[in-house]
């Protein structure tokens, strides 16, 4: 479902070449969660901006389904990323001037064709947010936010979720509810690449990925 | 569940930062409205100026029409003004002698009659000649004369009365020194002849004239066929200026030649051509005056224009810019979630068109109600007549507003999501 191969990427600072990824290779079949780890500053969020086909790599690729998302022209990516991949962030990244049942929608803008009020309606039933659909996300708790922030991810039902620290604001009870949603994806066939802190979190996962100076050291 | 389309995206974002739409429907508001006024103004002085020209020129007529009219009376007045003779008549004698050496005919005084020479009005052929009337017992003039063979307007009166055969008018002297009245009978040469009237005191040579029938006269003084001249009046266009009737005149009657006599209506003419000559320099004075200031004013309008516009455009920059840089967060969530670069570019360009067309229109509305307001109602100018100026004004507003949104659009559209998302964690 998701292969990497020889995943590089570096940026000039001060005109200083900063290498953050030094050559990923992983290779991520069927569905499961998979946990990436690693202290701050070893690449973790980079290398899940390559996964999703938002950042490109200085080198390297990324099948997505077997189909090689930077060789595909930026709408295209868009395209293809809008319908396999879904993201959770940190800081959920609602529209803030958008309610509830808009910011879950606004996942179809990019597939205007589809009649996808019928699953949003079906996510909203099952992540409890039946009550806040007219509401502005600055009205919301953190776990709902970030429940609207899942529902958006998951409304064009994706193949892979890409979730970085999606625990990361929130207490023990809605982090626990944020991968119960996870867990039953993966049961779906989906596969979830989450980078974490939270080892707890990390253990509950199918596979971690462990990072450290920009490479991957370890795969358990 | 509705489904959810850009244009909920934009009504909802316009709601959301509902300051900074309205300061920017307020900049193209205050821009459009004032562009707009000052054209209004241009156009209003437009009209003034129309109006003050065709006012003037109205005044003019007028006094031009009163000056004619005024003439015509006084040509009227003073009866023939043009005096067609023999060429070789040395008028000097003639004016000393009252009496002509060379002669026209009856039939020369028909040709012109016949010819209907426009120049001239009220053809009246006479015979004038000094005589000795034994029965008055000195000289007096004679004056034959035909009645009008030419009046050009059948509705025009005669000047001059037409002498029957055996019919005479005395001279106010005459009828005084024989004692006569209206009705008397008077004898020449052994002839007696009806007084019809008695001419009244002119204090001219006219008082010691005897008039008589044409025919009656040039039997008494032997001058079958011959006449002096033919009197006439020269056209209001004409006059003053005698050469084109002398012209017309010599080729019906080459052997003749014109004068003209009356100095007063000369003086009259003059005075009708210095005021058409001071109302032309007047109206020209005030068309160079008011288009020098039109043309300081559509200046004025122009710089004015350019400095709002430009004002405008530094102003709107700013605010989508501040907009696009609010937006950035918002922006690379719905690129991550797949949005195309040309809904991107669409977001912002309809935002500034719905922003710019009710500045415009609100503005060009205004400006428009407030100067009517102002505009005096005589100049017949309605909310109408301001049509095309305000498609223009809205068309550039629009235009203005998109152009100012195209490069925030641009750069929202190149930033790149993964380093905005970073940041913002």
Redesign the interface.
């Known amino acids: 479902m998701l292969t990497v191969k020889n995943i590089q990427k570096s940026y000039t600072d001060s005109n200083e070449d900063v290498s953050v990824l030094k050559g990923i290779d992983l290779e991520l079949k069927g569905g499961g969660i998979h946990a990436v780890v690693g202290p701050s500053g070893c690449g973790k969020s980079t290398f899940l901006l390559i996964c999703g086909g938002l950042l490109q790599p200085s080198k390297g690729t990324v099948l997505v389904n077997d189909e090689n998302l930077f060789e595909l022209k930026g709408d295209e990516r868009s395209k293809l990323r809008a319908s396999l991949v879904g993201y959770v962030f940190q800081k959920f990244h609602l529209i803030p001037y958008l309610n509830i049942e808009q910011n879950i929608l606004a996942s179809s803008l990019s597939m205007p064709n589809e009649n996808l009020e019928d699953r949003c309606k079906e996510l909203v039933e099952e992540l409890g947010l039946g009550h806040r659909l007219k509401h502005i996300p600055s009205k919301l708790s953190s776990g709902e936010q970030q429940r609207v922030a899942l529902a958006r991810a998951l409304l064009n039902k994706p193949k892979i979720l890409i979730a970085d620290e999606p625990t990361g604001n929130l207490d023990t009870e809605n982090g626990n509810a944020v991968f119960d949603i996870f867990k039953k994806f993966s049961d779906e066939g989906g596969l979830v690449l989450m980078a974490t802190h939270d080892r707890e979190l990390a253990k509950r996962a199918d596979s971690i990925q462990s990072f450290d100076k920009g490479l991957l050291v370890s795969s358990i | ?6 244009r ?2 934009l009504i ?2 316009l ?3 509902w300051a900074s739409s309205l300061m920017a429907i307020l900049a193209v508001l205050v821009a459009c409205a004032c562009v707009c006024g000052s054209f209004i103004a241009l156009k209003v002085y437009d009209k003034e100026t129309q109006m003050s020209i065709g006012e003037l020129q109205e005044r003019s007529r007028e006094r031009m029409e009163a000056l004619e009219s005024e003439a015509r009376i006084f040509s009227k007045s003073l009866g023939f003004n043009i005096f067609i003779y023999n060429g070789s008549q040395e008028l000097g004698d003639f004016y000393n002698t009252d009496t002509s050496t060379h002669f026209l005919t009856e039939q020369q005084a028909d040709v012109l009659a016949k010819s209907g020479f426009e120049l001239l009005n009220h053809h009246l052929p006479v015979l004038r000649e000094r005589f000795h009337w034994k029965e008055y017992g000195g000289d007096v003039i004679i004056g034959g004369i035909k009645g009008e063979i030419f009046i050009k307007r059948k509705w025009q009166k005669p000047l001059e009365v037409e002498l029957k055969p055996s019919e005479v008018h005395l001279g106010h002297a005459l009828a005084k020194k024989l004692s006569v009245e209206k009705g008397a009978k008077v004898m020449v040469l052994g002839k007696s002849y009806d007084v019809t009237q008695v001419r009244e005191h002119l204090g001219s040579k006219d008082d010691i004239t005897l008039y008589m029938n044409l025919g009656d006269a040039q039997s008494v003084l032997n001058r079958p066929g011959q006449i002096s001249g033919v009197l006439a009046i020269s056209c209001n266009c004409a006059a003053g200026d005698v050469d084109p009737i002398r012209r017309g005149v010599q080729r019906l009657i080459p052997e003749a030649d014109v004068v003209e006599f009356v100095v007063r209506s000369k003086a009259r003419q003059q005075a009708r051509q210095a005021v058409a000559k001071t109302s032309s320099a007047e109206l020209k004075d005030i068309s160079n005056s008011r288009g020098d200031l039109r043309l300081s004013l559509s200046r004025f309008s122009f710089l004015f224009s350019l400095f709002m516009g430009l004002a405008t455009l530094v102003l709107l920059v700013f605010l989508y810019g501040s907009n696009a840089n609010d937006r950035r ?2 922006i ?10 040309c ?1 991107i570019y669409g977001l912002f360009f309809a935002k500034a068109s719905v922003l710019s067309l009710i500045g415009c229109i609100v503005g060009v509305l205004l400006s428009c109600s407030i100067s009517l307001c102002f505009i005096k109602p005589d100049l017949g100018i309605s909310l109408l007549d301001f049509t095309p100026l305000a498609a223009i004004v809205i068309a550039s507003g629009w235009a203005m507003s998109f152009l100012a949104s195209w490069l925030p659009a641009r750069s929202a559209v190149r930033q ?3 380093v905005v ?2 940041e ?2």
């Open positions: 569940m509705k489904p959810l389309k850009l909920h995206l909802a974002e709601k959301f930062r967060g918002e690379s969530i719905l690129k991550t979630l797949g949005l195309s670069t809904s790149d999501p993964a998302l970073s913002e964690g």
